[in-house]
């Protein structure tokens, strides 16, 4: 009962999502680990009549609950503004001509401040944006310095620190509606271009230090490419390729002619040809009033503008004062191999929670095995938690176990070979059933460590048993007893409303042995395949010289979701529906796809 309450009530926090209010981290004061020493596995005895109950949630256990829907509730709420921030066309706002304060920027954020875009966008943070956008300059100063000294390294203007302001909040977890990650939002190949690591262990994107060098060293080429800043901060959005072309095509005029190529972040596409440089900020806008690029990169550099204004003189714009907040810690632990992060957080004398709050890249709360990795550590413990790590044997630097099944075992058995509570076993494996034998072969996530390394484990096994994002063996789930939709979809990392297209299904209802597809397969979704199928007989039409496949709206769907799904954009189906409202249930609407 103490369980269900307990999650029921973190469940209804996450329903808050569009109010959290989360303040920046900052370390916790330094406490003694209070681990018991470790010991040899106990030999195996009898075994019991049945499975044990499951051990209580510890304090630990409940902060890393309460942590995940806090943090979710907080992504989510930054999703749902910077997804306005990316769709907000209004007309008609007017400058309040407030007085001039003696501020100065880097970059020009003074020619162009009366832009009309510039002054809706002034407004949309001081009014619709407000809430969100003081806890985006909340977060700032955490991570500021870290960013403007690199800028300064790489004497690039130091207020573009305020483009990770306008394309995340400073969230390390942002996810965009293209599925864009971090801080500075990269798809997976620029951020493998730009040198960094994406796959099931690690996924730098997240990594504030590595992110934050990759999106400058993407920003300075683009400005080797263009020789404007504001010409490189489209291209970021856009892609080289489409801003190159589109002043070609107004017939700007450049100084220098060179080679190179780029690629943009939101994975539109790189190209190599001869490109032009020596443009100014003045050719962006005259490329602004064309239809050469689209509303999104238009409305960039504004955004930009906009914030970097605010940013410097936040009071002048109704937002309170911020409080002095720690900077991101660079201080660090070299690891070799795979290294449980709550071990590290024992040796640097800090909770599992801070670790995991400025290690955001690792994705199974341990470090990946066989290969060097470097771990965040508080400022100023770097030289003693080294020292801890270096002095702990290997066989202790993670706090669970492989057990290979073998006939015959159970739960209970495993549980009193290694001399720990077998709810821990259960804990730590979500996939292994009360009171049936373990299948022999299948590997079992042992917390040799005690209950404080449940999470841990229990992570590292989630991972195990679906290693790329998404995926299980096949694509496929069966449902177990007891699952829910919800947990299913986090279980594999994806969103309800995708199982429910992937599935065709229109409510949240599932029953033991369903089998659910829990990835898209070779198409986009089942929807898309779905529509496919319809436009083969005759269900697609054609809108001027733009085809289109049917899609019924189900329970439940937004414009943008559906948007995903078929990988068009949100503008392109209103155009085509003539849409100026939203959706309704059991209406069927038509996605353009190119002929």
């Not at 407000?130 to 100063?141: D, K, S, V």
């Amino acid at each position: 009962m103490r369980r269900q309450a307990l999650i029921l009530l973190l469940a209804g926090a996450a329903g808050c999502a569009g109010k959290a209010t989360v303040q920046p981290i900052s370390p916790p004061s330094p406490q003694v680990a209070t681990t018991a020493p470790r010991t040899a596995p106990a030999p195996a005895a009898a075994p019991a009549s049945g499975p044990a109950p499951l051990v209580p949630l510890d304090s630990s256990q409940v902060s890393e609950i309460a942590r995940h829907v806090t943090l979710s509730a907080d992504s989510a709420a930054d999703e749902a503004v910077l997804d306005q921030l990316a769709v907000a066309h209004p007309e008609g706002v007017t400058d309040d001509d407030l007085p001039a304060v003696p501020v100065s920027w880097d970059i020009d954020v003074t020619t162009w401040g009366d832009h009309e875009r510039v002054q809706f966008y002034l407004s949309f943070f001081e009014e619709q944006a407000h809430p969100r956008f003081q806890i985006w300059l909340e977060r700032m100063p955490m991570y500021e310095p870290m960013i403007r000294q690199k800028l300064q390294a790489a004497n690039m203007p130091t207020d573009l620190v305020y483009l990770a302001l306008i394309e995340s909040g400073f969230s390390n977890s942002a996810m965009s509606r293209t599925r864009a990650v971090g801080m500075w939002q990269f798809m997976p190949r620029t951020g493998k271009e730009y040198g960094l690591r994406i796959d099931s262990w690690v996924d730098e994107r997240r990594d504030p230090v590595k992110a934050t060098s990759a999106a400058l060293e993407f920003l300075s080429d683009l400005y080797q490419r263009f020789g404007s800043y504001y010409l490189a901060a489209a291209a970021y959005n856009a892609g080289g390729g489409k801003i190159s072309r589109g002043l070609k095509r107004i017939g700007a005029t450049p100084t220098v002619t060179t080679a190179s190529a780029s690629a943009a972040p939101d994975g539109e596409e790189a190209m190599t040809e001869d490109e032009d440089e020596g443009f100014s900020d003045a050719d962006f806008f005259k490329l602004y009033d064309t239809r050469h690029i689209r509303r999104e990169t238009k409305d960039y550099v504004p955004k930009l503008i906009a914030a970097a204004r605010i940013a410097k003189e936040p009071q002048r714009y109704g937002f309170m004062p911020v409080s002095p907040t720690a900077p991101y810690p660079l201080d660090s632990l070299v690891v070799s191999g795979m290294t449980g992060l709550d071990v590290v957080a024992q040796l640097a004398d800090t909770s599992l929670t801070y670790i995991r709050e400025i290690n955001p890249q690792y994705l199974r709360l341990a470090t990946p095995p066989g290969t060097t990795s470097v771990v965040r550590v508080p400022s100023g413990r770097q030289a003693s938690t080294q020292a801890a790590y270096q002095a702990l044997p290997a066989a202790e630097r993670v706090t669970f176990a492989y057990y290979t099944a073998k006939k015959g075992d159970t739960p209970t058995k495993i549980a009193q070979h290694y001399g720990v509570p077998v709810g821990l076993i259960y804990e730590a494996n979500p996939w292994v059933r009360s009171g049936y034998a373990v299948k022999a072969g299948r590997q079992v996530v042992v917390p040799t460590g005690g209950s404080a390394s449940v999470v841990v484990a229990q992570q590292v096994s989630i991972v195990r048993e679906s290693p790329d994002r998404g995926s299980s063996r096949g694509g496929y789930h069966t449902v177990r007893k007891g699952e829910t939709l919800g947990g299913i979809a986090r279980r594999y990392h994806v969103s309800t409303s995708q199982l429910k297209a992937w599935n065709g299904m229109s409510g949240t209802t599932v029953r033991v042995g369903q089998k659910l597809r829990v990835s898209p397969g070779r198409s986009r979704s089942s929807g898309t395949q779905l529509a496919s199928r319809d436009h083969a007989k005759g269900g697609g039409s054609t809108v001027g010289n733009t085809t289109t496949v049917r899609h019924r709206v189900r329970s439940g769907e937004t414009l943008s979701g559906i948007a995903r799904q078929y990988g068009v954009s949100v503008a392109s189906i209103k155009q085509v529906n003539n849409l100026s409202g939203g959706l309704k249930s059991g209406t069927t609407i038509r996605i353009p796809k190119k002929a």
